[in-house]
């Protein structure tokens, strides 16, 4: 079994986001391994092709640090949120007429 991973990035997708990315290929029949936001798709002259559905992502933890009243740094982990992704299946290069 091949990682699921970014095209851009060439990075794996790493816990449950690797889960469920293997389990959308799997379940829609992906012969690819590979996925990218709709943003990276445009940017490499691909589009999504309609009625494709996106898997929702969680992007990971980042460290902020703050001061506190008595001048302390404190870090704290916080999430960075949520993407979502398409597998390269799902992509098309753009056709100008």
């Not at 095209?7 to 012969?31: D, H, P």
């Not at 969680?58 to 404190?74: A, H, L, N, P, S």
Request: proline share 1%; no cysteine; aromatic share 12%.
């Amino acid at each position: 079994m091949k990682e699921q991973y970014n095209k851009i990035s060439g990075l794996s997708y790493q816990g449950k986001n690797q889960t469920n990315l293997l389990t959308v290929k799997k379940e829609k029949n992906f012969s690819s391994n590979a996925w990218i936001t709709f943003i990276q798709a445009r940017e490499q002259g691909l589009k999504i092709k309609k009625g494709s559905k996106a898997v929702g992502i969680f992007k990971g933890f980042g460290k902020v640090e703050r001061k506190t009243k008595d001048d302390k740094v404190r870090t704290k982990n916080v999430p960075m949120g949520f993407a979502y992704v398409f597998n390269l299946d799902q992509t098309e290069k753009y056709i100008l007429a």
